[in-house]
T-cell receptor, first 112, second 117 residues
């Protein structure tokens, strides 16, 4: 089956620093999604990407859909303490309906 | 945005009992609902997909008789963990999907923490 490799597994940064994380897949996706999960909560959608090469921003967040359709990255600029959480990438194939394949997650810690 | 709720948010039960978790789409009709399981510091693992009025489709390795899923209406799906054991302790998350308001987008519930003693 499809697998998503997400890196890094964890990051410890200082407030104000920029962060980058990425996902790679063994096969293509039609849609790439980035979620954030706070402790004890469900994932919340941050950014959705629908076209290869697409670069999309949401405030301090920027994500790109790789040209090969097998990868995506998420950047967070000028991190703040509330950015702490687990970030997941997810891929979706239209032929699989709305089924998602999740990456392993990146645990982000921001030190004030 | 579309809102999905889960009830209860936390449940503690004794080994051998059954536990039912509800997932509701509050402001849209969900044609498809998904149930995930998540272990600490791990990713979401899809357990099953259910379409309203149909039997759920379970992922490989997930016991149908252990995890009973019912999707009787367009706004409610239930997951029943039967004869629960300590190894069933986990964080269970549902999501709901529909052609409207956003085609194929999954909206996630807040999760249910199950602890089996």
């Amino acid at each position: 089956g499809q697998q998503l490799n997400q890196s890094p597994q964890s990051m410890f940064i200082q407030e104000g620093e920029d962060v980058s994380m990425n996902c790679t897949s063994s096969s293509i996706f039609n849609t790439w999604l980035w979620y954030k999960q706070d402790p004890g909560e469900g994932p919340v959608l941050l950014i959705a990407l629908y076209k290869a090469g697409e670069l999309t921003s949401n405030g301090r967040l920027t994500a790109q859909f790789g040209i090969t359709r097998k990868d995506s990255f998420l950047n967070i600029s000028a991190s703040i303490p509330s950015d702490v959480g687990i970030y997941f990438c997810a891929g979706q194939l239209t032929t699989s309906g709305s089924r998602l394949t999740f990456g392993e997650g990146t645990q982000l810690t921001v030190n004030p | 945005g579309a809102v999905v709720s889960q009830h209860p948010s936390r449940v503690i039960c004794k080994s051998g009992t059954s536990v039912k978790i509800e997932c509701r789409s509050l402001d849209f009709q969900a044609t498809t609902m998904f149930w995930y399981r998540q272990f600490p510091k791990k990713s979401l693992m899809l357990m099953a997909t259910s379409n309203e009025g149909s039997k759920a489709t379970y992922e490989q390795g997930v016991e149908k008789d252990k995890f009973l899923i019912n999707h009787a209406s367009l706004t409610l799906s239930t997951l029943t963990v039967t004869s629960a054991h300590p190894e069933d302790s986990s964080f269970y998350i549902c999501s709901a999907s529909s052609p409207w308001p956003s085609y194929n987008e999954q909206f996630f519930g807040p999760g249910t923490r199950l602890t089996v003693l």
